[in-house]
């Protein structure tokens, strides 16, 4: 069936109809009809043909109802129809064509059905009339009022809609009626149509249709919107087309060339000097000749055009000329940067083979080291000591892999990655390009920046990087890569086996001293206005400036407490009292405060039970205490200080050391009975781990346990097994520069890790006593010189 609905209330009257308590039902689709409305509708199939002609023998009454199906292709079973529908009756009836009837019908009331009757072909039903509730009064007369206006802007909105529907609707004084009117003439569903043909009360039925046709209402308003914004935007359209093709017809008139075929010649220009590689010039050709095709004002035109800017500046075959001269480049280094002596002579080594064999590929150097320790800047003076360009890329934080290889083109504002962008921004293909901090790249749903990095600085592939955006090869084997780290261990693996790794360790007091005479200070003195005859500070204002208001293995700290310096004496000289400052050792904390920092080690290592480390941490190495104390109580071991697992573990190693070797030590065998150690490494905010402090734990036990404090100004550093024997550890640089810092005297060592002194300033080596050890006993003897050690204490030793 098909339905179109329209009503006229003023048709009819129910008053003169009697309705039947059994009704024959005619189930419809997509539409309800609704009281004193008229529906025109189309009946096919038999059996509803024979409920019309039946019931045009009869009273033409039928009863008409909802279906919750989409379709009518079967016949329609009772619990298939909603249970309320509209005894209409059939005004007309016409055979239209074999199959089907035309009729005419109007709604006479609402009515529920009660049961359905099975005697015949066709469903019929046994009915009950459903009265109006609730009367007449103001709230719902302006309910009527506002329907009525709401409705006459639909009207005004819906050109499908009759006009005549206004004047009728105004007339209507039947809130239920006019409900009726207004809900069969909205663009609604039939489930909402259906749940108004069911709503008795007249107040909740008005309510129902406002809240429908407000809805409907601001759905024909942003439909009014967008077509008058659509207009709008084609008459704009047309009118610009309109101007363009008379604007193209001038500049024929006069003689002139279109800007888009100047931009094309322009871009065929640039691809024929440059020089392209034949996979980049062919690639730039094509898109070139879909550029010409295309209308400037298209999106697709300044994504092509973007894409030719980028192709034909880069620096295909653009490259500095290096300077081979090794006392030049000597001479800079020395310049910009004291010691560092391993670093300059990797470069100095590099140039010299440059020198013999011009076309050699470049290294990919790695500098790894504390903060502050020059890693950056060294990169920059390699660059002035061989005459290219300079680029710093900031790896820190970087999580997705277009950083490094670029978007895609399909992409909206895709770009070249950012080795790309470096190289253009450089205008040379060999230049020294920096990638700082690649120790902190991350990774995410985004992908891996570390592996798109391994065909970077791998010489074997970087030779035709492909970045997504290009999408053609370029040739990165000219350009000297040098990246910068912190440590290493979150360098993954692949990439660091494709880095020539430099360490760069922390500077002793004496270098620091040197290296802000030389440097800091003078660029201190720049940044803040001040010339060298207005500020002079001695060496043992910077002695003191170093070890009391600086810990670090860098220098960045101490530039800006000389910095601080520098502005109070630009404060004095500013205000005119005074000319010139000269700042000593006791004028130092008129400009930075009381002392921060002072020397503990005497201090804390006084008392038995206490002994000093040595530990490695990410900016150099550090001063490690270990405290050791008992109690009286049930044995047990108590660890504090966020010791990790591997530090527990050579904690109680220790212990059970001390235990076994009792009577040698000249403890009492039953001490661990009736007491409780507890051993605690202070810094407790601070994570510890690691196998290196279990000679220092050993010998905080022993001293406790003996009454004999350890030696003034030693620290240590070693692992230990349950026999006593003392293992070699890692970061011995980085611990010894920390115990130089902080005044250590003496140091005891693994005898393992004799050969790692190599790397240690000689100033610090003469400036030092090194005790280097195979077994607990040689430790204990020189930590603990009073213990007296007594016969059966024996450890196997290591290797000499």
Known sequence: MTHQQQGDPSQGEDDAVKIPDVLPVLPVIDVALFPKMVLPMVVRGKESQQLVDDAMAKDRLIGVVVSKKKDLMAPARPEDLFSVGTVAQILKMAQTEEKATQLLVQGIAR????????????????????????????????MMSNLVGLFHEILAYSPYLPKELGPLSKS???????????????NISKEEKQAILETRDVRERLKEVTRLINREKQVLELGQKIQSQVKQDMDKSQ???????????????????????????????KIAERGLPEEARKEAERELERLARMHPSSAE?????????????????????DIVDIRHARKVLNEDHYDLDKAKKR????????????????????????????????????????????????????????????HRRTYVGALPGRIIQGIRRAESNNPVFVLDEIDKVGADF?????????????????????????????????????????????????????????????????????IAQRHLLPRQLEAHGLSPDQLRITTGAFRRIISGYTREAG?????????????????????????????????????????RFRAEVKERISIPGVAAGLAWTQTGGDLLFVEAAKMKGKQGLTLTGQLGDVMKESAT??????????????????????????????????????????????????????GKPTKQDLAMTGEITLRGQVLPVGGIKEKVLAAHRAGIKAIILPSWNRKDLVDVPLSVRKAMEFHFVDTMEEVLSIALPGIGLRAGFRSPRGPS
């Open 172 to 186: 209507l004084d039947d809130g239920g009626m006019l409900a009726d009117l207004i809900a069969s003439s909205l």
């Open 555 to 595: 220098l960045r700290n101490l530039e800006r407490e000389i910095a601080a310096v520098c502005r109070g004496t630009a404060s004095l000289i500013a205000e005119g009292k005074k000319e010139a400052v000269r700042v000593t050792a006791r004028d130092v904390h008129k400009y930075l405060g009381p002392i």
């Open 446 to 514: 985004r992908g891996d920046p570390a592996a798109a990095l391994l065909e970077v600085l791998d010489p074997e592939q970087n030779f035709s990087f492909s970045d997504h955006y290009l999408d053609v090869s370029f040739d990165l084997s000219r350009v000297m890569f040098i990246t910068t780290a912190n440590v290493l261990d979150t360098i993954p693996a692949p990439l660091r086996d494709r880095m020539e790794v430099l360490d760069l360790p922390g500077y002793t007091l004496d270098e620091k001293v040197r």
């Open 301 to 321: 035109y300044t994504v092509t055009s973007t894409y030719l800017d980028w192709i034909t500046s880069l620096p295909w075959n653009t490259s500095t000329k």
């Open 653 to 706: 190693a220790a212990l059970s050391f001390v235990r076994s070797h009792a009577e040698a030590l000249g403890i009492e065998d039953d001490f661990y009975e009736n007491h409780e150690i507890h051993i605690h490494v202070p810094a407790g905010a601070i994570p510890k781990d690691g196998p290196s402090a279990g000679v220092t734990i050993l010998t905080a036990l022993a001293s406790l346990l003996t």
């Open 239 to 269: 009118r610009e087309f309109y101007l363009r093709q008379q604007l193209k017809a001038i500049k024929q008139e006069l003689g002139e060339k279109d800007e888009g075929q100047l931009q094309i010649e322009e871009y065929r220009t």
């Open 347 to 406: 470069i100095l080594e590099y140039l010299a083979v440059r020198k013999l064999k011009p076309d050699s590929k470049g290294p990919i150097l790695c500098f790894v080291g504390p903060p502050g320790t020059g890693k950056t800047s060294l990169g920059r003076s390699i660059a002035r000591a061989l005459g290219r360009k300079f680029v710093r890329l900031s790896l820190g934080g970087v999580r997705d892999e277009a950083e490094i290889r670029g």
């Open 111 to 142: 009515f529920r059905i009660k049961r359905y009757v099975a005697d015949g072909p066709y469903l019929r039903a046994e009915i009950a009339p459903v009265a109006e509730q609730g009367a007449k009064d103001m709230e719902i007369e302006a």
